[in-house]
């Protein structure tokens, strides 16, 4: 994402103190009901209709929820981004403080695992709960470039009064979420947050290049681990003249033989050594390995998944398998989830110049919905159907979607799903 790409809170040439006085105005009229003398941000608009729905009160809003000291060891020891905290530190926490800001690093949920920063500003976050352990999800704490952030899955900047609740409006804040590298889920995001005079439109550009860091550094640890479990495997592997591939505790494919092998299998939440039917190869014995587990298909006919459950609900889209041997949980990235969502509602199935159209606007990315379909259609073997994409008809397919139709898929500008949600406002619910 380039820097002219960002959503920066400061229109371009305008004087910062000027644009706060403003914002104050837009948001006095907005909560007394009167015309705003400018449009809020689209992103900003779409936010605070969130924050009135969770009830809260620009001028007595609670302070933000707080995990038990046990609870926040434990999310920070569960937290992938862990692995990368020392990168982000190093990136950032300089920066940070000689611009006057406190860098916070979240998990998906919001809740603030890591906080860095000079001892004044500490104190200032202290006073508004920007503290270990508090969730600073829009539910929580209204808008804020965190909450928001991982509302809408791309960087946010959110300056004075832009932010709901008014104690808010002396911050500044600049918000990228982090996601895994290997499947698109969210994983957290890393913020700076400062006083209003230190607001700059490059403080999007330097969080978003941090996060981009350390997604590009974790896809670099799963490489290495996968590079140690071929190892550990070769002598296995070498004897062997059936089909067989090996996968680490996820599911991520580290080698194969004798097969084309898939990227990922879908592994059972409950796995143990014996056979068990998965989506994208059927009936398989499993074994453990030190870091893994050797998957070998029996030479038999699949059998398909009998439902498939489309979780939207979850902060994180979520497709739910159910075969004959139990349960897979898939989590969604947002292009797959946009997908999966207009075949839900399109049983009799789409072209690729439709869904170019539903996900685009546009017939000219035909090749890359095929390629983003050939992706899920691995993930999730005997369930997507081609010439017309469709779910296979012997799928039962069940959409579990949220109660307002500004929180179904909130990060997607795709023009299809506006369709939903402009369907869901007309009291329509289009996946029934």
């Known amino acids: 994402m380039s820097f002219s790409s960002l959503d ?9 103190r000027e644009h706060a006085l403003l914002l104050r105005r837009v948001h006095e009229a907005a909560l007394a009901g009167r015309p705003a003398p400018a449009p809020l941000r689209p992103v900003i608009e779409d936010s605070w209709g969130r924050t009135r729905r969770f009830g809260i009160d620009p001028d007595n809003a609670p302070p933000p929820r707080m995990a038990r000291l046990d609870e926040l060891q434990r999310h920070r020891e569960a937290s992938p981004i862990a692995e990368v905290l020392p990168l982000i530190r190093r990136s950032l926490v300089s920066v940070a403080d000689e611009a006057d800001h406190v860098m916070l690093v979240t998990d998906a949920s919001g809740q603030i695992l890591w906080r860095d920063g000079p001892r004044r500003l500490r104190a200032v ?28 899955g791309r960087p946010v900047q959110v300056y004075s009064a832009e932010h709901f609740v008014r104690t ?12 895994d590298p290997r499947d698109g889920r969210l994983l957290g995001a890393v913020d700076v947050t400062g006083p209003m ?7 999007l550009a330097l969080v978003n290049a941090v996060a981009q860091l350390a997604e590009a550094h974790l896809q670099s640890i799963h490489h290495t681990h996968l590079e140690r479990l071929r190892s550990v495997a070769a002598p296995l592997l070498a004897g062997m003249n059936e089909r067989a591939l090996v996968v680490d505790d996820a599911g991520w494919t580290a080698t194969a033989v004798h097969m084309e092998p898939v990227r990922r299998v879908l592994l059972p939440k ?12 059927g009936e398989c014995a499993l074994e453990p390995l030190p870091g893994g587990w050797l998957v070998r298909p029996r030479p038999m006919e699949r059998s398909a998944p009998s439902k498939v459950t489309l979780d939207l609900v979850r902060s994180s889209p979520t497709v739910v398998v159910s075969g004959p041997s139990g349960e897979w949980a898939h989590r969604l990235t947002p292009r797959h989830a946009e997908l999966l969502l207009l075949l839900a509602v399109h049983r009799e199935g789409r072209t690729g110049a439709q869904l170019s159209r539903d ?10 919905v095929r390629a983003e379909l050939s992706r899920v259609r691995r993930h999730l073997g005997g369930i997507i159907e081609s010439r017309p994409y469709r779910f296979s008809e012997e799928v039962r397919v069940r ?34």
């Open 399 to 432: 959409v579990s979607g949220p109660g307002h139709p500004e929180d179904l898929l909130p990060g997607s500008m795709a023009p299809g799903v506006h369709a939903l949600r402009e369907a869901l406002r007309g009291g329509v619910v289009p996946w029934l």
């Open 125 to 152: 976050g202290d006073r508004v709960g920007l503290v270990e352990g508090a969730f600073w999800n829009e539910g929580s704490a209204g808008t804020n470039a965190i909450g928001t952030a991982l509302v809408v």
């Open 197 to 203: 005079s230190t607001v700059h439109p490059s403080t």
């Open 270 to 281: 409950h796995r143990e050594t014996g056979t068990a039917w998965l989506p994208a190869l």
């Open 359 to 368: 996900v685009f606007g546009a017939n000219g990315h035909v090749v890359t």
């Open 8 to 16: 920066t809170a400061l229109p371009t040439g305008a004087d910062a």
């Open 168 to 179: 808010l409006h002396p911050l500044t804040c600049a918000c990228a979420p982090i996601h």
